[in-house]
């Protein structure tokens, strides 16, 4: 079964406005197709652009993981779906072993055959840690941007996809221009998957997101 998210408290001011998330969620579970559409488009084109032709793992990504590994001589690259992130982030520990990467594959082709494509990725997306203490897009979204998944542009949509390849070396608040260099490496794979036009790209290029004060 799946693991429930983990509670979260929210606090609020007397008239109702949001104080604060406390949880190691942060935020409420968004729907799929109530979030901004440039989240989950930024995130399968930076992190698993062949997410929905995929039955939970990806031969492709995977050889070229297991290539780099032997290259490297160390167990470094994981080459791992987003359904084996979840999977990862459901039932498994850290630790980057050949036994564990064997479960992770095996648990990702069970949540493929238990769940839809969607339900997949809106799971992951309201549970993957996004640094700052932001598990979720909708605790991701308020942290950094002040609002609700429900309303995040395109070039935010961009730098919070960015984060999830190292959420702390990266985050807006220790290194802002790393942030931003990964958001555009974000912008132009949703280029290339052709999610946005050449005019969106350009246009987010040059107004990049702007955080709210920590």
Request: aromatic share 6%; glycine share 8%.
């Amino acid at each position: 079964a799946i693991p429930d998210r983990a509670p979260n408290i929210r606090i609020v001011s007397v008239d109702g406005k949001l104080l604060a998330n406390r949880g190691m969620s942060g935020g409420e579970a968004v729907g799929l197709h109530e979030m901004s559409t440039y989240i989950p488009e930024a995130v399968i084109a930076i992190e698993d652009r062949r997410f929905y032709s995929h039955l939970g793992i990806d031969p492709i990504g995977l050889s070229r993981a297991m290539v780099a590994n032997i290259l490297g001589g160390r167990f470094s690259q994981g080459g791992s779906t987003l359904t084996q992130q979840l999977a990862k982030n459901l039932f498994l520990t850290p630790d980057r072993t050949l036994e564990r990467k064997v479960q992770e594959v095996l648990l990702a082709l069970w949540l493929e055959h238990k769940h839809t494509k969607d339900q997949i990725l809106e799971m992951y997306l309201n549970r993957v840690y996004f640094g700052s203490g932001a598990y979720g897009v909708e605790a991701a979204s308020r942290r950094y941007f002040g609002k609700s998944a429900r309303d995040v542009t395109l070039p935010e949509a961009a730098l919070l996809a960015g984060l999830l390849k190292a959420p702390s070396r990266l985050s807006p608040a220790r290194d802002p221009k790393a942030a931003e260099q990964r958001a555009q490496l974000v912008l132009a794979a949703m280029r290339d998957e052709g999610k946005i036009s050449a005019k969106e790209l350009t246009t987010a290029m040059s107004a990049p997101a702007s955080r709210v004060a920590s």
